[in-house]
């Protein structure tokens, strides 16, 4: 009875210490993501044709897939694009993408970095931009599926 008592103890602390480790290696932005809602100046935009979606997928090797579907007029469909990047954490919460030339192999030398907000299932990222000496703000909301 002992024997089995400790080859029990013994298993149930294996996998304690494994299933520690996996949730010390989790981030949350790993995953698949669709686009749900976008906002200019904290106004909803309307998607067109095939926007909505749109999907990145974070996947936990650092690779990048973003897949997007662009309305081909004319044939009345929806072509699927794909483009592929790295990502990476960086710090405090940011992450950044790196984009890389298909031809080429090479990284591009400007990185985008962002901090998304999670909530639930629901990954958030926030952005600003200057045109014309005007800020312009972009809010993304994704949904993980």
């Known amino acids: 009875m002992k024997k089995i008592t400790f ?6 602390t294996a996998i304690l210490f494994s299933c520690q480790n996996d949730d010390d290696n989790y ?5 698949k993501w669709q686009l749900e809602t976008e906002y200019i100046n904290n106004t909803p935009i309307p998607f067109e044709d095939c926007e909505d979606e749109l999907t990145v997928y974070f ?5 990048l897939e973003i897949t997007y579907y662009e309305f081909e007029f004319g044939q009345e469909t929806c072509i ?3 483009e592929f990047a790295k990502w ?3 710090a405090d ?3 950044q993408v790196i984009y890389v030339d298909e031809e080429t ?3 591009d030398l400007e990185a985008e970095s962002f901090k998304p907000q999670f909530q639930n299932n629901t990954m958030i990222i926030e952005f600003e931009d200057s045109f014309d000496s ?3 703000s972009y809010r993304q909301v994704f949904k993980r599926i």
């Open 93 to 95: 919460g940011f992450y």
């Open 88 to 90: 990476k954490p960086v």
């Open 7 to 12: 080859t029990l103890l013994l298993s149930f």
């Open 105 to 107: 192999g090479e990284e």
């Open 27 to 31: 981030d949350p932005i790993v995953g």
């Open 80 to 82: 699927e694009e794909v």
């Open 134 to 136: 005007q800020t312009i």
């Open 59 to 63: 996947r936990s090797n650092q690779n």
